[in-house]
């Protein structure tokens, strides 16, 4: 018989997070009352009928002993932006309770608000698995959101998504030897963009606002006053050239006034861009509600991640 190769512990732990996983706290109650709670993504389900779940602990742990003990214990699906909440939970030696708001449930175990979805669950079974115990558990009660859920893959948190079908309505022959296809990213980027302006472009257009306009009152309804070079600074990333010139002209228009310290919106340019951004968070609005949660949160973190790689050093708009 041939021996069995040698396995890396550390190449194997990195082969397994290829396989993305949900993101869990698990919470019961210690002997002494006292509330005991980890994170973790072993989490699966067993059973339909009966509802029943599993998740697994290393032997290692500090509350092993707490689990092991109880008869009642919570699975809380963390959704995306529980990030923080997941790192304290995953910490040893530290008070992960302390100043988090706790729902009420059916046992004493901690049930923790905010989440994708929560199980209730009593014992069922416990067994060993190598270096885990694995806890079986009935589920007597459960609730879910639309949250997006957190997801743990390669190591790091990511947002799951939906995989989206083809832009195109027409499959040409002589797709393969176009310059570029519905993939490329530039394409991708411009044509969202030029589509959502366009759901609230009449409302700007009946303000009079051209897009130089509306750039730099909607920076200027952020941070206020802005010098003429700061604000140049801010809007370099549209290629158009905010100079005194065009900023003195907004100022002819009544839409920002001229300060010692900079330029800041005055009356007219105040309500101006506040009935645009209104237009706007509507078709925003509209867009995330047909995305649904899962991939509106998908959206903004790639979008924000994009960012962050290409940002050529502009300044920061919010502080």
């Not at 932006?81 to 910490?91: C, D, I, M, P, V």
């Not at 209730?120 to 079974?125: I, L, N, V």
């Not at 948190?157 to 079908?165: C, H, L, P, T």
């Not at 083809?166 to 993939?183: C, F, L």
Request: hydrophobic share 45%.
């Amino acid at each position: 018989m041939n021996a069995s190769p040698a396995i890396d512990p550390r190449d194997f732990r990195q082969a397994l997070g290829m396989f993305a996983t949900g993101v869990t706290i698990v919470t019961t109650c210690a002997e002494d009352g006292s509330p005991v709670g980890v994170t973790a993504n072993s989490f699966n389900s067993v059973s339909l009928q009966p509802p029943m779940v599993l998740w697994s602990l290393a032997k290692t742990a500090r509350s092993l002993t707490a689990f092991s003990a109880a008869t009642h214990w919570n699975v809380h699906v963390l959704a995306n932006g529980q990030e923080a909440l997941s790192n304290r939970f995953a910490r040893p030696g530290e008070d992960k309770f302390a100043g988090l708001p706790l729902d009420q449930g059916s046992t004493a175990a901690p049930l923790i608000p905010g989440c994708a979805a929560r199980f209730e669950c009593r014992t069922a079974f416990q067994y060993e698995g190598g270096d885990h115990i694995i806890f079986v558990g009935e589920v007597m009660r459960y609730d879910r959101s639309e949250r997006a859920p957190l997801v743990y893959v390669t190591g790091g948190y990511a947002v799951a998504s939906k995989v989206a079908a083809d832009v195109s309505t027409a499959q040409t022959a002589d797709r393969a030897s176009a310059p570029y296809s519905e993939n490329l990213l530039g394409y991708l980027l411009g044509r969202a963009h030029h589509q959502f302006l366009a759901g609230f472009r009449p409302t700007r257009d009946a303000r009079g606002l051209s897009d130089p306009d509306f750039f730099v009152l909607s920076l200027l309804a952020v941070r206020a006053p802005l010098s003429a070079t700061e604000i140049a600074e801010h809007i370099a990333y549209t290629g158009i050239d905010i100079g005194p010139v065009a900023l003195q002209a907004l100022v002819a228009r009544d839409l920002l006034r001229a300060t010692p310290e900079g330029y800041a919106l005055s009356a007219a340019g105040q309500d101006a861009i506040l009935h645009v951004m209104a237009a706007a968070k509507g078709v925003e609005a509209d867009i995330m509600a047909r995305l649904g949660e899962l991939d509106a949160a998908a959206l903004r973190n790639g979008l924000k991640r994009l960012i962050a790689l290409s940002d050529p050093g502009l300044p920061t708009l919010w502080t």
